[in-house]
């Protein structure tokens, strides 16, 4: 699905990242670690096409990310939901229109679709704040229409950019019960974080593979959880 081969990426002539080889198979659970500014969120953005390798291979399902048209990185793009580790909202909209904003986009903005949508803050518990605006919103209730955002074009692949990063340890457990349940839809998921406790609480829930970004590599940092 997602395959990086030998990557590496260099910002203003200084390597970020280096010799990064990485297979996403279908269905599987990944954690991605590592210290602040080791470059998660560079790693994150070249697994769904947002930037391109400065060396290496970056196939987005088995097409070379440097071969794809502009159509060909749309349509990659909508089968990958990102959750952005700040999440932006247009603050005029209510909820569910920003919720539904990649239907709008694409066209799919339908009646089937809209009964999708009204199922989907259900599901993420916000289906009472459908109508308020973003700045009305607490911390938990952004990530969550963010997580539901990502997920609405029904992508095959999840990646999540510290989800739990400002809300509480309720709140992160409640968002992380949310992608284990995707991943047991068959989604591929991978959340960046640097929160060894939330890894923790999945070990009981989910078979995952935690990986490190450390000076400049990737690196298994163990076993199946």
Known sequence: MIELENVAYSYGGGELLTDISLKLAPGSFHF?????GAGKTTFLKLCYGALIPTAGHARLFDTDVRAM??????????????????????????????VALPLTVSGRDTLAEAANLKELLGWVGLTSRS????????????????????????????????PTGNVDWEMSQRLLKLLIELNKMGKTIMIATHD??????????????????????????????
């Open 32 to 36: 991605l670690t590592g210290p602040s």
């Open 69 to 98: 048209t502009r159509d060909d990185a749309a349509l990659a793009r909508r089968r990958i939901g990102v959750v952005h580790q700040d999440c932006q909202f247009l603050d005029h909209l209510p909820l569910a229109d920003n």
């Open 131 to 162: 109508a308020a605006l973003p700045p009305e919103l607490s911390g938990g209730e952004r990530q969550r229409a963010a997580l539901a955002r990502a997920v609405i074009m029904s992508p095959d692949v999840v990646l999540a950019d510290e």
């Open 196 to 225: 060894m406790n939330l890894i923790r609480a999945a070990k009981s829930q989910v078979q995952a593979r935690v990986l490190r970004i450390a000076q400049r590599r990737l690196q298994l940092a163990g076993a199946d959880l």
